[in-house]
């Protein structure tokens, strides 16, 4: 995979935590920790994503059975 090179600012206790990590050998580079940690976000906000979109579409599908079961009724 290409890498990109992207440029950010954290504060400097969250750099301290990402070095003591590599100290310790947690991960081999600052840069390996942060692409971690990025890959981590990301796989737990696309569950997130993917829950609140099966609930829209099971609102939307509710809605169209209730819209249906109204329009029955106003033709009785």
Known sequence: MEMKRVTLRLPEQQLIMIDRFVELGEFPSASEAIRTAI????????????????????????????GSFLHMKEEH
């Open 39 to 66: 890959r981590d976000l990301i796989d737990h906000r696309s569950e997130k994503l993917a829950g609140r979109i099966q609930l829209f579409e099971k609102a939307q599908e509710q809605a169209k059975v209730a």
